[in-house]
């Protein structure tokens, strides 16, 4: 069993049940979190038996690191699995401080037509472990200290929910790796059910949805899950998370050239969304060799941009990162997959 797996409520039900002090929890998360020691063997103000027994029954793994691209405020990395399965996580550099977007899964289920990740489908959820260990493994690379966290990378989070759930704990924990709320993003392509169970999680952590297209018609065609969960009954459970929460919702928009980045379909986004607190954020599209859609042109963008912003709805348009790299998600497994077969 990896310890980064465990919340330290989890660890605490762990030594009570050997007899232990449950605040023994709290001791490994400060060596595990906040000294960032690699070995059990370091826990120095724990007794020398109960280290023993720690490391007969743990393990504390980090991902392997296959791969490193760097562009410029971006890293991208491409880890490798005791299973030999491959993930990515990237590195973003922002005036606001550092930010890593996480991978959850192996592969993808969703099917969305524009993206890398779900070309291959999914193999397994990651284990909360794995999921820390991106965040250690690459402050452990740079030896600076992450500020936030988007859970974006190859998977569909709420696909992995508990998992998911449990790595916010550990790193939102005042003895964990302290990250904030307002500084985890999940982002999810919009699995009603598990929004809903979303709303009451003790964690107010920011929610984005991947929209991608303002009607039904449109994103049945992009986006396979638009089958089960259509988008009025996404904007129906952004509407009670916000009621609920008073948390803005960010609404993500992938501009796909001559598909979803006309005026009409600007203005039809816009009426859908009137009145909420969102904001929609503009994705240009980073293209691959094997999907065939493209960027939208640079006008097509502002265009879209400006009408949004005529009709009253807060916007922004992503930075671009990764010019020079493999910057689409999943594209660096994607190329060790290929290499493999």
Known sequence: MNLYGY???????????????????????????????TTINEMSNLKKELREKLANEFELNLPSLIKRQVDVDVEKYLFELKDQEHIEAVL???DYGLSICVSSEVGCN???????????KKIRNLETSEM?????????IIQERI???????????????????????????????????RHITLSTCGIVPKI??????PIQINLAISLHAPNDSLRNQLMPINKAYPIKDIINVVKKYIAKTHRRVT????????????????KELAKLLRGMNVYVNLIPYNETNHIEFKKSKKEQINAFYDTLKKEHISVTVRREFGSNISAACGQLRSKKEEENN
């Open 147 to 181: 500020d936030s966290v988007v859970i974006m990378g190859i998977g569909e989070p709420l696909d992995n929910e508990k998992n998911v759930m449990n790595f916010i704990r550990i790193i939102n924990d005042a003895k964990g790796l302290q990250i904030g709320a």
């Open 110 to 120: 969703m099917g969305c037509r524009f993206c890398e990740s779900g070309r291959i």
């Open 132 to 140: 820390v260990g991106q965040v250690l493994a690459i402050e452990k």
């Open 7 to 37: 919340t330290k409520e989890n660890l605490e039900a762990y030594f009570e049940s050997i007899g232990e002090k449950k605040f023994k929890a709290t001791q490994v998360f400060e060596w595990l979190y906040q000294k960032k020691i």
């Open 196 to 201: 809903e169970k979303l709303i009451d999680f």
């Open 92 to 94: 973003m550099r922002h």
């Open 251 to 266: 609404i993500e928009y992938i501009l796909l050239r001559n598909v979803n980045d006309s005026i009409s379909d600007a």
